[in-house]
């Protein structure tokens, strides 16, 4: 992230310690209450000037990376990630590189790390900048202490539904530079925000509860995403929420690290990484290729009672944009992965790493 002058981002009110706590935690001039993950892409996009142009996105992600680059008025790319952690692949970016690339959105997976550093060194002759998508992946850090959210040009982690600190809402934009900070404060301050904020929301809502995501890109085309600001709520719980992920956080990463190494003894087990540095894997994810392994690895986890999830579907339509590649890898990974939920809490990550090592270890 280059440096500018420091200035701190005011965060008025009686939460203003927390938020110079966050400043502090991730070494960076400015961090921006935002309404969510996908707003603070939304609003680091606006900040880049993506509208009209194409964003980089990785394949296999949440849908929100690309929901937020629709709603910013760009059009997202997918292109395929790589074998190794199902990050975006170097060579696949590098091919999906032109003129008309705006900026790439580096997502950590699953709170593996994004390989941004080489992916900036790509980016660089185009004049595109490179933003980190550490939602799921904060509270790492890269091999040289750097935290997750810090390494590209602008960060944004998310406290919504089972992120690390887990609020169900808020999120934050990470940056050094004033300009980027300014533009986000400015667009949370436009005079549409009180009417169109609410009719975002509300119709988003609608969408959910009715079973029509599939129309919530054409809202964020139209209307943008969801709320701008920082919720009252969630800002009440915040302070609390954020020191106690601090406190735990030592405790919380060797749980995760022997949950990821109990996973990986399963037979037929290829697991994700290699997770250098002091990296906070979120999911941590296996590739079992075989159906009939797979089911029975799911059906040993579930009968532990350990939650298996298999996460991400490829982004299909109607989030693909200009000049999306044919993503093989993408699909390859997501017939074989399996994730397995985890809280970023040090206890009930212990409580997990001890169960599968009694489940796993039984039968490897
Ligand atoms: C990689 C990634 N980016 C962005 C988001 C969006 O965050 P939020 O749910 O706070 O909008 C998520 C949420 O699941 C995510 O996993």
Redesign the pocket.
Same mark, same amino acid.
Request: with cysteine; hydrophobic share 45%; glycine share 10%.
């Given at each position: 992230m280059p440096r500018s002058a420091p200035h701190a981002t005011s965060s008025p009110g009686s939460d203003s310690d927390v938020f110079d706590e966050l400043r502090a935690f991730f070494g960076c001039a400015h961090v921006v209450p935002v309404g969510? +993950?996908?707003?603070g @892409?939304m609003l680091a996009l606006c900040s880049i000037g993506v509208h009209g142009r194409v964003v980089i996105v990785p394949a296999l992600? /949440?849908v %929100? =990376?690309p929901l937020a680059v629709l709603a910013a008025g760009g059009s997202p790319r997918l292109v395929d990630v790589s074998p190794a952690d199902g990050n975006l692949d170097l060579g696949a970016t590098a091919a999906a590189l032109d003129g008309d690339v705006a900026a790439i959105v580096a =997502?950590d +997976?699953f709170g593996y790390p994004a390989p941004v550093d080489a992916l900036r060194a790509l980016a660089g002759p185009y004049g595109c900048p490179v933003l980190e998508?550490a /939602?799921?992946a904060y509270g790492g850090r890269a091999a040289g202490g750097a935290p997750a959210g810090t390494l590209g040009d602008v960060g944004v982690i998310?406290? +919504?539904?089972a992120?690390n600190v887990w609020l169900n %809402?808020g +999120?934050l934009v990470l940056t050094d530079d004033a300009a980027t900070a300014g533009d986000i404060v400015a667009l949370q301050r436009a005079p549409d925000y009180a009417l169109l904020s609410a009719v975002r929301s509300r119709t988003t809502l609608r969408l959910v509860v009715t079973n029509r995501e599939a129309l919530l890109p054409y809202l964020a085309r139209w209307l943008g995403q @969801?709320r701008y600001g920082f919720p009252a709520a969630q800002r009440e719980r915040l302070p609390d929420a954020w020191r106690t992920f601090v406190a735990e956080l030592d405790e919380s990463r060797s749980a995760l690290v022997e949950v990821v190494e109990t996973l990986a003894r399963f037979p037929g087990a290829q697991p994700f990484g290699p997770v250098a540095g002091d990296w906070l894997p979120w999911r941590p994810s296996v590739r079992i290729a075989d159906d009939e392994v797979r089911h029975a690895f799911v059906a040993t986890l579930a009968a532990a009672g350990v939650v298996a999830t298999r996460l991400f579907p490829v982004i299909g339509s109607p989030y693909v944009g200009r000049g999306s590649q044919p993503c093989p890898e993408a699909h390859r990974i997501a017939a074989a992965i399996v994730n397995v939920k985890t809280s970023a809490r040090a206890a009930a990550t212990a409580q997990l790493a001890e169960t599968l090592s009694h489940t796993l270890g039984a039968i490897a």
């Amino acid at each position: 992230m280059p440096r500018s002058a420091p200035h701190a981002t005011s965060s008025p009110g009686s939460d203003s310690d927390v938020f110079d706590e966050l400043r502090a935690f991730f070494g960076c001039a400015h961090v921006v209450p935002v309404g969510s +993950g996908t707003t603070g @892409l939304m609003l680091a996009l606006c900040s880049i000037g993506v509208h009209g142009r194409v964003v980089i996105v990785p394949a296999l992600t /949440c849908v %929100a =990376v690309p929901l937020a680059v629709l709603a910013a008025g760009g059009s997202p790319r997918l292109v395929d990630v790589s074998p190794a952690d199902g990050n975006l692949d170097l060579g696949a970016t590098a091919a999906a590189l032109d003129g008309d690339v705006a900026a790439i959105v580096a =997502v950590d +997976g699953f709170g593996y790390p994004a390989p941004v550093d080489a992916l900036r060194a790509l980016a660089g002759p185009y004049g595109c900048p490179v933003l980190e998508d550490a /939602c799921q992946a904060y509270g790492g850090r890269a091999a040289g202490g750097a935290p997750a959210g810090t390494l590209g040009d602008v960060g944004v982690i998310s406290f +919504g539904y089972a992120k690390n600190v887990w609020l169900n %809402a808020g +999120g934050l934009v990470l940056t050094d530079d004033a300009a980027t900070a300014g533009d986000i404060v400015a667009l949370q301050r436009a005079p549409d925000y009180a009417l169109l904020s609410a009719v975002r929301s509300r119709t988003t809502l609608r969408l959910v509860v009715t079973n029509r995501e599939a129309l919530l890109p054409y809202l964020a085309r139209w209307l943008g995403q @969801l709320r701008y600001g920082f919720p009252a709520a969630q800002r009440e719980r915040l302070p609390d929420a954020w020191r106690t992920f601090v406190a735990e956080l030592d405790e919380s990463r060797s749980a995760l690290v022997e949950v990821v190494e109990t996973l990986a003894r399963f037979p037929g087990a290829q697991p994700f990484g290699p997770v250098a540095g002091d990296w906070l894997p979120w999911r941590p994810s296996v590739r079992i290729a075989d159906d009939e392994v797979r089911h029975a690895f799911v059906a040993t986890l579930a009968a532990a009672g350990v939650v298996a999830t298999r996460l991400f579907p490829v982004i299909g339509s109607p989030y693909v944009g200009r000049g999306s590649q044919p993503c093989p890898e993408a699909h390859r990974i997501a017939a074989a992965i399996v994730n397995v939920k985890t809280s970023a809490r040090a206890a009930a990550t212990a409580q997990l790493a001890e169960t599968l090592s009694h489940t796993l270890g039984a039968i490897a």
